[in-house]
């Protein structure tokens, strides 16, 4: 296989750092789509969350896999505060088991932790798909890149599926009616709004995809 | 001496300091700890910092744990999974009001009961009417 099509600590750690501008750049947008149905500061937590997860650079960057996820995890369960906290911390926890201590991850490897991960924040939050949460980004997201891969697809093929699937299920959540969270107690009022946390969750699978389209640093 | 401590998890330190006050006040002896607001002093949780507490606690003994609301719970079963294994058995989450759980829970534990009656207490409260109290 291809060096390329592994995804090893180093390139992992550039994905971490694109999750990191990425969300930095659109955290007005998340806070603003949180004002509505939430509790209007989802921009700000993962933001201070994931610049808390840089400053760890040079603790995480040399890492495998396995550990950097770990390290992204156990950053946000402690810096993020608010919901996306305990479900994204968990989200990555689960991929860091899954990915265990091996070196680097081929295309299956990082599918089984996206599945570990997304079983992880189904059973946090206690959400289904079609509940106006960061699920309804993963699900589509997972099964995309479960079919892109049994199709033969690499790393970067993979991800692209994943990214394109998050966002279309990121959009679909506006006319959903929350049932978790703070929005659910705005019944019918949810409705009209896309949810930010399905948002975010698309924003950092892009971010990931992004990178596993670029040439690999040398 | 009662061995069985409480957890008070809370977006606010302010609302888990009254709580532990009101329920200490009610049942002197008991050990009872808050793991609450962000890492930067405002609202929200940090769940490492409730592990830890709840740690902290589950070496000396039983750990009933009460939380406000969402994130609280979210953040207190995140924790969980981060306690050590050894001592995870001795921490339970009580699915309860937060006031009335922490004080029913307080009252048994201070006569010494086991961590199985203190959350038991907990959760019953759930059901009391204000006006029946």
Request: negative net charge.
């Amino acid at each position: 296989m291809d060096t390329a099509e592994r995804l090893d600590g180093a390139r992992l750690w550039r994905m971490v750092e694109r999750m990191a501008a990425r969300v930095a750049e659109r955290r007005a947008e998340l806070t603003e789509l949180d004002q509505p149905i939430g509790d209007g500061d989802h921009g700000i937590n993962l933001h201070r969350g994931f610049q808390a997860v840089l400053a760890k650079r040079e603790a995480l960057s040399g890492q495998a896999p396995g550990a950097i996820l770990k390290g992204v995890a156990m950053t946000l369960l402690s810096t993020v505060g608010g919901a996306s906290g305990p479900l994204y911390g968990t989200f990555f926890l689960r991929m860091a088991a899954a990915a265990g201590d091996a070196p680097s991850l081929d295309a299956a490897g990082l599918v089984r932790a996206f599945e570990a991960g997304l079983a992880g924040v189904k059973e946090r939050g206690k959400a289904e798909p079609g509940d106006k949460t960061m699920v309804d980004a993963w699900t589509p997201a997972v099964a995309a890149m479960r079919e892109r891969l049994a199709a033969g697809g690499g790393l970067a093929e993979v991800l692209a599926a994943g990214a394109a699937a998050a966002e279309a299920g990121a959009q679909a959540t506006r006319p959903m009616v929350a049932r978790r969270g703070r929005a659910s107690y705005l019944g019918e009022r949810s409705a009209g709004h896309q949810d930010p946390g399905a948002t975010s969750s698309a924003i950092i699978l892009r971010a990931m995809s992004e990178v596993a389209a670029e040439a690999p640093a040398s | 001496m009662s061995a069985v401590a409480l957890l008070v998890v809370s977006h606010s330190r302010t609302l888990a300091e009254g709580v532990r006050e009101l329920a200490a006040q009610m049942a002197p002896g008991v050990r009872i700890a808050t793991a609450a607001g962000a890492v930067d002093g405002g609202l929200g949780v940090d769940v490492v910092r409730i592990a830890a507490t709840m740690e902290e606690l589950a070496e000396a003994g039983g750990v009933c744990v009460l939380a406000d609301i969402g994130s609280s719970v979210m953040g207190t079963d995140a924790a969980l999974e981060l306690v050590r294994e050894d001592l995870r058995a001795r921490v339970r989450f009580a699915d309860a009001p937060l006031v009335e759980g922490a004080i029913a829970a307080a009252v048994i534990a201070s006569t010494g009961a086991g961590l199985d009656a203190v959350v038991a207490a907990a959760e019953e409260a759930r059901g009391a009417r204000k006006r029946s109290l």
